[in-house]
């Protein structure tokens, strides 16, 4: 053995020198292989486990083998400790892999003298029964110590009998089975312990059964799991079983991970910081590095307190492991990245000064040592010139921590109010009519609050004066209180919600100043409680076409592609989340019109390309990959597989409610067969995605939908092939198409599937919208169009005798405007085709000014004319109102576009604008 190497280990630990004294031979043996240089692989610890305890059958041998094995391994770990060459994450996961080994060696010697005595145990429904061993704390996070303990929960399927000659029921047989397990691991010999094993999580705790079915673990989480049982069981995790080991912790996902954000969470862990202070200053354990200020424990809080508010909507938070759940943290901008580099690193330190301790004697301990001689060994071990310099960098470290454990859990949000209650009300009665009273008292005396369980009125009755509160300091306090009573109503019952408010400073207030502006925002929020969180944390930026799509990318990865409801959960979130975020942005921000609607399309297209890439992996999966027309495979990278976006989609135009027009192309041979071993024709394949991909973004949920889609402008309308290959669209467009279908292909634009083919798509939309036409037969038929629209769609005459103008529908609006666009691509892009460029009105014409088409001034106020209207259009739509305005306020916008139009295509127009 390497003699320096070897002094460090032994000046590390005295626990390594008693091992190297009973144990030489077999650690020279073991130096021989690698000199300790090399981490071991999860499975070299399972061979080493398998070869050691190989043919024992005397359960004295088999202890003794294994213990043997346990004290080898820690002179090899302390070695490696001491003289750095490991880390903390490569140590803890061996420790926690020779943990699990140990488990699964001594479970399966434990089985077979329980099976010769009493059978197999048999569940109700015939199949043989697992004892299923789910690991906690540490080991569950695979983060176990140089000395720690293991904390193990034992559960079995269901219950049922043995089927042996003394027949017991299956729960009394996993007792035996577990009790065997652990004396195996746990009992002291002359040879020591594998590991201490604590069954103190279990359901009820010391004196409670040592195994527990399936059902009746589930009853007892739902019915009286307590907070800190939550915060335990984020770190479970299955060391032995199959299948039902994995439905069993799947079931505890919804009792620690809150479907909806859980800021109730933030009382609890309250609660719980306050029991760690005062036990800190109880127990005097300043200098424990684990439970004292600053410690390891506190860490692992500030992670887990994030974990338990948010995991249940940012799956990326669910990990066990602290460094990770950590780092998520900074990634989805829970801490800030300076936070994550401070804990991360007082996380690693103290988990290193743990080592140090515990590798002394091998004692489960974190309290630093007292003696000079052992203070010492670890100042030496830790690579610090004395004591002194140690606690002087380690104090460093555990302040960082203790300021962001303070940091978090601190105080209630938002002060009492400044007034009494009384006054509050009092002031609050002199601002409602008799309506808005009438409201309030309905509400507060209604069955809705009787039914109400004791926590949730309690709740209720803290959050109402916060409210009365910022609704009496809002512009429209009457406004702001009507339309969010619905919204108080809606998530009452979900006291998390009230409680959100409370603690997130500043939310409140931005929620009433949202309500007097955006009666849309509030119903959003109403029907859709869990974009709460999302409101109420933005920062009112426009969101990023690449930030959507790393987001959206990254939340379906960890969803398997056959867990279809979670994918579509995935997908409605990430719409109606981005959408609110752009509209708090166009609202309190004022973001630019064009910029509003950019952010808006984005989140449609990567919503579409994601739903795509969904659809065509979930057939493909059943059926295999399609050929292309050229004999090629068409993986999903190769697709030849797009859509094209028509509308406001395809003009980049989109507004808060708008649905989408989507056209389904393939170039893919119908007849050849998908290579799966459930082939069926490229031609089905293509329409089964198409299928699924409607699938998933229209079908209504509690959570809404994705979004409404209208496949109308495919060829031949209702009556056509959902899919249509480029061949036959060609054909059509060419051949069959009416004007106003070319008409449509004007917005219309190449937006998901292979790039190839949304090339060849962008060409053919080219071709067919430069074929030369008579200006006057296009004059003509965009002037039919126009005017049936009108009558199917415009303001009565009735309405315009009363002023009214439809902004959309009405001459001077919206689609008029829309229409002289088309018309200049139609009639002239056949003599200059940058005009068949884009899709998007503004672009298009500007390109008309620029070829001399139409003036200069004639497009500067066209432009501005359209984007006032479109601008005023989103607007109502976050009133909820809709588009009819006061005619008389839009009646010099109005006329600059009709006379345009009357220039441009209808000579006979007039402009009796207010009396149409």
């Given at each position: 053995?390497?003699?320096?190497?070897?002094?460090?280990?032994?000046?590390a630990?005295?626990?390594?020198?008693?091992?190297?004294?009973?144990?030489?031979?077999?650690?020279?043996?073991d130096?021989?292989?690698?000199?300790?240089?090399?981490s071991?692989?999860?499975?070299?610890i399972?061979?080493?486990v398998?070869?050691?305890?190989?043919?024992i059958?005397?359960?004295?041998a088999w202890?003794?083998?294994?213990?043997?094995l346990?004290?080898?391994l820690?002179f090899?770990?302390?070695?490696?400790?001491?003289?750095?060459?490991?880390d903390?994450?490569?140590?803890?996961?061996?420790?926690?892999?020779?943990?699990d080994?140990?488990?699964?060696?001594?479970?399966?010697?434990?089985?077979?003298p329980?099976i010769?005595k009493h059978?197999e145990p048999?569940?109700?429904?015939g199949?043989?029964?697992d004892?299923?061993?789910?690991?906690?704390?540490?080991?569950?996070?695979?983060?176990?110590n140089?000395?720690?303990?293991?904390?193990?929960?034992?559960?079995f399927?269901?219950?049922?009998?043995?089927n042996?000659?003394?027949?017991i029921?299956v729960?009394?047989?996993?007792?035996?089975?577990?009790?065997k397990?652990?004396y195996?691991?746990?009992?002291?010999?002359?040879?020591?312990?594998?590991?201490?094993?604590d069954?103190?999580?279990?359901p009820?705790?010391?004196?409670?059964?040592?195994?527990?079915?399936?059902?009746?673990?589930e009853?007892?989480?739902?019915?009286?799991?307590?907070?800190w049982?939550?915060?335990?069981?984020?770190?479970?995790?299955?060391?032995?079983s199959?299948?039902?080991?994995?439905?069993?912790?799947?079931?505890?996902?919804?009792?620690?991970?809150?479907?909806?954000?859980?800021?109730?969470?933030?009382?609890?862990?309250?609660?719980m910081?306050?029991?760690?202070?005062?036990?800190?200053?109880?127990?005097?354990?300043?200098?424990?590095?684990?439970?004292?200020?600053?410690?390891?424990?506190e860490?692992?809080f500030?992670?887990?307190?994030?974990?338990?508010?948010?995991?249940?909507s940012?799956?990326?938070?669910?990990d066990?492991?602290?460094?990770?759940?950590?780092?998520?943290?900074?990634?989805v901008?829970?801490?800030?990245?300076?936070?994550?580099?401070?804990?991360?690193?007082?996380?690693?330190?103290?988990?290193?000064?743990?080592?140090?301790i515990?590798?002394?004697?091998?004692?489960?301990?974190?309290?630093?040592?007292?003696?000079?001689?052992?203070?010492?060994?670890?100042?030496?071990?830790?690579?610090?010139?004395?004591?002194?310099?140690?606690?002087?960098?380690?104090?460093?470290k555990?302040?960082?921590v203790?300021?962001?454990?303070?940091?978090?859990?601190?105080e209630?949000?938002l002060?009492?109010?400044?007034?009494s209650?009384?006054?509050?009300?009092?002031?609050?009665?002199?601002?409602?009519?008799?309506?808005?009273?009438?409201?309030i008292?309905?509400?507060?005396?209604g069955?809705a609050?009787?039914?109400l369980?004791?926590?949730?009125?309690?709740?209720?009755?803290?959050?109402w004066?916060?409210?009365?509160?910022a609704?009496?300091?809002?512009?429209h306090?009457?406004?702001?209180?009507?339309?969010?009573?619905?919204?108080v109503?809606?998530?009452?019952?979900?006291?998390?919600?009230?409680?959100?408010?409370?603690?997130?400073?500043g939310?409140?207030?931005?929620?009433?100043k949202?309500?007097?502006?955006?009666p849309?925002i509030?119903?959003?929020?109403?029907?859709?409680p869990?974009?709460?969180?999302?409101?109420?944390?933005?920062?009112?930026?426009?969101?990023?076409?690449?930030?959507?799509?790393?987001?959206?990318?990254?939340?379906?990865?960890?969803?398997?592609?056959?867990?279809?409801?979670?994918?579509?959960?995935?997908?409605?979130?990430?719409?109606k989340?981005?959408?609110l975020?752009?509209?708090?942005?166009?609202v309190?921000?004022?973001?630019?019109?064009?910029k509003v609607?950019?952010?808006?399309?984005?989140?449609?297209?990567?919503?579409?390309?994601?739903?795509?890439?969904?659809?065509?992996q979930?057939?493909?999966k059943?059926?295999?990959?399609p050929i292309d027309?050229?004999?090629?495979?068409?993986?999903?990278?190769?697709?030849?597989?797009?859509?094209?976006?028509?509308?406001?989609?395809?003009?980049i135009?989109l507004?808060?409610?708008?649905?989408?027009?989507?056209?389904f192309?393939?170039?893919m041979d119908?007849?050849a067969?998908?290579?799966?071993?459930?082939?069926i024709?490229?031609?089905?394949?293509?329409m089964r995605?198409?299928?699924k991909?409607?699938?998933?973004?229209?079908t209504q949920?509690?959570d809404?939908?994705?979004?409404?889609?209208?496949t109308r402008?495919?060829?031949?309308?209702?009556?056509g092939?959902?899919?249509?290959?480029?061949?036959?669209?060609?054909?059509?467009?060419?051949?069959?198409?009416?004007?106003?279908?070319h008409q449509?292909?004007?917005?219309?634009?190449?937006?998901?599937?292979?790039?190839?083919?949304?090339?060849?798509?962008?060409?053919?939309?080219?071709?067919?919208?430069t074929?030369?036409?008579?200006?006057?037969t296009?004059?003509?038929?965009?002037?039919?169009?126009?005017?049936?629209?009108k009558?199917?769609?415009?303001?009565?005459k009735?309405?315009?005798?009363?002023?009214?103008?439809?902004?959309?529908?009405?001459?001077?609006?919206?689609?008029?405007?829309?229409?002289?666009?088309?018309?200049?691509?139609?009639?002239?892009?056949?003599?200059?085709?940058?005009?068949?460029h884009?899709?998007?009105?503004?672009?298009?014409?500007?390109?008309?000014?620029k070829?001399?088409?139409?003036?200069?001034?004639?497009?500067?106020?066209?432009?501005?004319?359209?984007?006032?209207?479109?601008?005023?259009?989103?607007?109502?739509?976050?009133?909820?109102h809709?588009?009819?305005?006061?005619?008389?306020?839009?009646?010099?916008?109005?006329?600059?576009?009709?006379?345009?139009?009357?220039?441009?295509?209808?000579?006979?127009?007039?402009?009796?604008l207010?009396?149409?």
């Amino acid at each position: 053995m390497n003699a320096e190497q070897l002094q460090k280990t032994l000046h590390a630990s005295q626990y390594a020198e008693q091992v190297l004294g009973l144990h030489q031979i077999a650690l020279e043996q073991d130096y021989a292989v690698d000199g300790f240089q090399k981490s071991l692989s999860t499975q070299q610890i399972q061979q080493l486990v398998y070869d050691n305890l190989l043919d024992i059958q005397d359960e004295m041998a088999w202890m003794k083998a294994l213990r043997i094995l346990r004290a080898r391994l820690m002179f090899r770990w302390i070695w490696q400790d001491a003289n750095q060459l490991t880390d903390v994450v490569t140590l803890t996961r061996e420790l926690s892999d020779f943990a699990d080994v140990s488990i699964v060696a001594a479970k399966a010697f434990a089985l077979p003298p329980l099976i010769a005595k009493h059978g197999e145990p048999i569940g109700y429904h015939g199949d043989v029964q697992d004892l299923i061993v789910i690991g906690m704390g540490k080991l569950g996070a695979q983060e176990l110590n140089l000395s720690s303990d293991i904390d193990l929960i034992f559960a079995f399927d269901e219950q049922g009998e043995t089927n042996g000659r003394k027949c017991i029921d299956v729960q009394q047989f996993c007792i035996l089975w577990g009790q065997k397990l652990i004396y195996l691991l746990d009992h002291i010999t002359a040879d020591g312990f594998v590991f201490r094993v604590d069954m103190r999580l279990r359901p009820w705790g010391d004196g409670s059964a040592l195994a527990i079915s399936h059902v009746a673990l589930e009853k007892y989480l739902s019915q009286h799991g307590r907070e800190w049982e939550r915060y335990a069981w984020i770190k479970a995790r299955i060391i032995t079983s199959g299948k039902d080991g994995d439905d069993l912790l799947e079931m505890t996902r919804p009792f620690v991970f809150r479907k909806y954000v859980d800021y109730t969470a933030f009382e609890a862990m309250r609660e719980m910081k306050a029991m760690i202070e005062r036990e800190v200053a109880r127990r005097n354990i300043a200098d424990d590095i684990k439970l004292g200020a600053g410690g390891i424990r506190e860490v692992e809080f500030i992670v887990q307190v994030f974990q338990l508010i948010y995991g249940g909507s940012k799956l990326e938070l669910q990990d066990r492991q602290c460094l990770v759940s950590l780092r998520h943290l900074g990634e989805v901008g829970l801490l800030d990245h300076q936070s994550v580099l401070d804990l991360e690193d007082a996380y690693l330190f103290l988990r290193r000064v743990e080592h140090a301790i515990q590798a002394l004697n091998d004692q489960q301990t974190q309290s630093l040592p007292t003696e000079p001689e052992l203070r010492q060994r670890i100042t030496d071990t830790l690579g610090f010139t004395d004591w002194d310099a140690f606690l002087e960098f380690l104090n460093q470290k555990r302040s960082k921590v203790t300021f962001q454990f303070e940091h978090l859990i601190k105080e209630k949000g938002l002060e009492s109010p400044t007034e009494s209650f009384s006054q509050l009300e009092s002031q609050l009665n002199e601002v409602l009519d008799d309506d808005a009273k009438n409201l309030i008292h309905e509400f507060w005396y209604g069955h809705a609050i009787k039914k109400l369980p004791a926590k949730a009125v309690q709740r209720l009755k803290e959050f109402w004066p916060h409210l009365v509160e910022a609704v009496l300091q809002s512009n429209h306090p009457q406004m702001a209180l009507t339309r969010l009573m619905p919204l108080v109503e809606s998530v009452m019952r979900r006291t998390v919600y009230l409680v959100m408010l409370i603690e997130s400073k500043g939310a409140l207030q931005r929620l009433v100043k949202m309500a007097t502006v955006s009666p849309w925002i509030c119903e959003e929020l109403t029907h859709y409680p869990v974009l709460l969180d999302e409101f109420l944390s933005m920062d009112f930026e426009l969101p990023k076409r690449k930030d959507l799509e790393d987001s959206l990318r990254q939340q379906l990865l960890r969803i398997e592609i056959d867990q279809v409801e979670d994918q579509m959960r995935v997908l409605r979130l990430f719409k109606k989340s981005n959408v609110l975020t752009v509209a708090a942005s166009d609202v309190l921000a004022e973001s630019p019109l064009m910029k509003v609607s950019d952010a808006l399309t984005d989140i449609a297209e990567v919503s579409v390309i994601a739903t795509l890439n969904l659809a065509y992996q979930m057939v493909a999966k059943r059926h295999g990959y399609p050929i292309d027309a050229d004999g090629v495979r068409c993986s999903l990278d190769h697709m030849a597989f797009a859509v094209a976006g028509y509308g406001k989609l395809g003009g980049i135009e989109l507004g808060y409610g708008s649905d989408l027009d989507l056209v389904f192309l393939h170039y893919m041979d119908e007849q050849a067969d998908t290579d799966g071993q459930k082939p069926i024709s490229s031609f089905e394949f293509a329409m089964r995605v198409a299928q699924k991909f409607m699938s998933l973004m229209t079908t209504q949920t509690l959570d809404g939908r994705v979004y409404e889609i209208d496949t109308r402008l495919r060829p031949s309308g209702e009556a056509g092939l959902l899919v249509t290959s480029l061949k036959a669209f060609e054909q059509y467009q060419l051949k069959s198409a009416w004007l106003w279908e070319h008409q449509a292909i004007v917005r219309a634009r190449s937006i998901a599937g292979e790039q190839s083919l949304r090339n060849k798509f962008e060409e053919l939309r080219c071709k067919i919208l430069t074929l030369p036409r008579e200006e006057e037969t296009v004059r003509r038929e965009v002037l039919n169009m126009r005017q049936k629209m009108k009558d199917h769609l415009g303001s009565s005459k009735e309405q315009k005798k009363d002023g009214i103008f439809h902004l959309k529908q009405d001459a001077g609006g919206i689609v008029d405007i829309e229409f002289m666009a088309q018309y200049v691509v139609l009639a002239w892009s056949g003599t200059n085709q940058d005009l068949a460029h884009y899709s998007d009105n503004v672009r298009i014409l500007e390109d008309a000014a620029k070829a001399g088409c139409l003036s200069s001034d004639d497009v500067s106020a066209l432009i501005q004319a359209y984007l006032s209207e479109r601008a005023e259009s989103h607007r109502l739509a976050l009133a909820n109102h809709n588009m009819q305005v006061s005619a008389a306020d839009w009646h010099d916008t109005r006329e600059v576009v009709c006379k345009l139009w009357q220039r441009l295509i209808d000579p006979t127009a007039t402009f009796a604008l207010e009396r149409e």
